[in-house]
């Protein structure tokens, strides 16, 4: 029986002869089933040979790990600018694709509202888009024509901004809450009615201090001063 293993070829007649690149795993069985090389391959099908010797495994297992090794090294590094040159964006849904001109690009890029939060588009794309506006874009139509709505972020708003060369929105900026005429009083008192002409005066900077206000007959204070500012205020209000 004559063993072929080397970089490219398992052959141990007459289990199997194959190439590297048809195998997925090897491994071992488990005990007790005692020493069993199990080749899986990428068809599916598992192949199982029984009782090899230790050199012969340890020939096996290391072509495999070497073959895998090489491969890894052989493969290119992912370029971003390849995985989003504008055939895959407009495969992905990209709303326009760049043929011989940019004729069309303002009717198909459209501003839309509902996506004003829509996250960023890669630095990368936005910048091979922008590029590609300067280089075709000779009567300076489309960066004339492509308006970004302030404070959005949808597709048309970001690819507005890079062609125009103007800064993308980095993070949202916060709502300001308006403030009344009557916020911007400065309050001595805070008055509550507690019931029929009856009123709770208390210190807005201490909660302690608080006094009750009677509106009627006779008109009194808790705090035994007869016009007192407790009274001017529950009367102002």
């Not at 069993?36 to 050199?55: A, K």
Request: hydrophobic share 35%; charged share 20%; with cysteine.
């Amino acid at each position: 029986m004559q063993f072929v293993i080397n970089e490219k070829i398992l052959s141990i007649p007459p289990h199997i002869s194959t190439t590297w690149e048809s195998v997925a795993s090897l491994h071992m069985s488990p005990p007790p089933q005692g020493n069993i090389l199990i080749i899986s391959l990428h068809n599916g099908t598992t192949i199982q040979i029984p009782d090899l010797g230790q050199d012969i495994l340890t020939k096996i297992f290391q072509t495999h790990s070497e073959f895998i090794s090489s491969k890894t090294k052989q493969k290119p590094a992912v370029d971003p600018s390849q995985i989003f040159n504008m055939d895959n964006m407009a495969n992905i849904g990209f709303p326009m694709r760049f043929g011989g001109a940019l004729e069309g690009l303002g009717a198909a890029m459209q501003h839309n509202s509902e996506q004003s939060n829509a996250p960023d588009l890669p630095k990368e794309v936005l910048e091979k888009i922008s590029a590609v506006a300067k280089i075709m874009d000779n009567d300076k139509s489309l960066e004339q024509s492509l308006k970004a709505e302030p404070h959005c972020n949808c597709m048309h708003c970001q690819i507005a901004r890079a062609i125009n060369g103007q800064e993308q929105i980095t993070e949202t900026e916060e709502t300001e809450e308006e403030v009344s005429d009557d916020d911007l009083k400065f309050r001595t008192w805070d008055i509550a009615q507690t019931g029929d002409k009856l009123y709770c005066v208390s210190n807005p900077l201490n909660k302690e201090e608080q006094y009750s206000v009677y509106l009627g007959e006779p008109l009194g204070c808790t705090c035994g001063q007869k016009n007192c500012e407790h009274i001017k205020a529950v009367l102002d209000t």
